[in-house]
């Protein structure tokens, strides 16, 4: 025997992160062949469409309590919800060619199994499975029919944290197996792609300024330890703040580590604390260097002038002497490193390639 669905979806209505589950309304629509019935292909029943296409002759829903059904598994359902008004929305047409078809306006809920590493680049394919709960795949066959909805002219995309896209159940998801044997199973296949571009504005661009601003501590004369210690510990306890409220807000990962969004955080509180360590470096010189009392000069004998290179301990002495050496050259080296990651992050980092590889 063969089952034919007919899945009508009009959106995608929620996608839960925390449950990783998917609710979608649609029209739900079964057929099979009845061979058992006695159709009286003569009856003038058969020529009325006035409640639906020629042979085919439409009864209420509560009919099917009379015949044979079969008994269907949806694969990771979560809740199963039959709409009613003033009675379930529902209906039976039986066929003049002895097949019957059952409708029924639903809305499903789907576990899809989610991995959040690479939030907020993350993609993932949700597998909506229907088939047969007692008969395998021997002797229940099924087909299927997807109406994908956005290629309606007035669709229009529900606002969620997911660019969605449909396809039809691809082929080695076809059949479902189990301890009990192996099933066929119908379906359609749920593509979900977060927008990341309102944590761009909220949460990414404000830590590269906050980053930046606190390369302004180079800057600022290190004798004056209020000013340039009070940014510094500011800048970094607004990160930190920020770092816990992403934390808080994005969906736990399977794995311990940090996802994308996090790792980038973390990037930019060592840079600030960075530049903590950079100026306690400089106000250590600064306080526990000796004064100096002679002045060393360098004498060429026999009137010959070379360059000479003064020696690393003579280098150290230099920068000893003038710590904003220092200063000047950590704005040059966080500043690179800085732009160097970004260019990596957003540029060169391969994210369906990681998301790909955690999949597996």
């Known amino acids: 025997m063969n089952l034919h669905f007919t899945f009508s979806i009009r959106e995608i209505s929620e996608v839960r ?6 609710k979608i309304p649609m029209y739900f629509t079964v057929e099979w062949e009845e061979n058992r019935l006695v159709v009286d292909e003569g009856h003038r029943s058969w020529d009325d469409d006035s409640t639906g296409p020629k042979d085919e002759n439409t009864e209420e829903a509560e009919t099917l309590k009379h015949l044979w059904r079969p008994n269907l598994e949806i694969y990771g359902l979560e809740d199963f919800h039959n709409h009613k008004i003033l009675g379930e929305m529902a209906g039976l047409r039986i066929t003049k060619t002895k097949f019957i078809k059952y409708d029924t306006k639903v809305t499903i809920e789907i576990s899809c199994q989610m991995d959040f590493n690479q939030y907020p680049f993350d993609k993932h ?6 088939g047969s709960y007692f008969y395998n795949q021997n002797s229940m066959t099924c087909t ?4 994908d909805p956005s290629v309606e002219s007035d669709f229009v995309e529900r606002n969620l944290q997911h660019h969605i896209a449909w396809r039809n159940l691809s082929s080695e998801k076809g059949v479902v197996r189990l301890t009990s044997g192996s099933y066929s199973a119908c379906g359609f296949e749920v593509l979900l792609k977060r927008k990341h571009e309102p944590l761009v504005y909220q949460v990414y661009i404000p830590c590269i300024l906050f980053v930046t601003v606190s390369w302004i501590s180079f800057i600022i004369d290190p004798k004056i330890v209020p000013g340039r210690m009070s940014l510094l510990v ?6 930190i703040n920020v770092f816990n409220n992403v934390k808080a807000n994005a969906p736990a990962a399977a794995s ?6 996090e790792s980038f955080i973390v990037t930019c509180i060592f840079s600030i604390f960075s530049a903590i360590i950079e100026y306690a470096v400089v106000l250590s010189i600064l306080t526990l260097r000796p004064e100096p009392k002679t002045t060393n000069t360098y004498n060429m004998p026999n009137g010959v002038h070379r360059d000479i290179k003064p020696r690393i301990k003579e280098r150290l002495f230099i920068l000893i002497e003038n710590p904003r ?16 990651f970004n260019l990596h992050y957003w540029f060169i980092a391969d994210y369906d ?6 999949e597996l």
Do not use: H, P, Y
């Not at 299927?144 to 109406?147: A, G, I, V």
């Open 17 to 22: 992160d925390s449950d990783q589950v998917l």
């Open 125 to 130: 394919t949700c597998t909506f499975q229907v």
């Open 144 to 147: 299927s029919q997807l109406f």
């Open 234 to 239: 500011i800048l970094f306890l607004v990160i």
């Open 256 to 261: 311990s580590r940090l996802n994308a969004i």
């Open 325 to 340: 050496i220092l200063d000047a050259a950590s704005i040059i080296i966080f500043s690179s490193g800085f732009i160097v």
């Open 353 to 358: 390639q990681k998301i790909t590889e955690s």
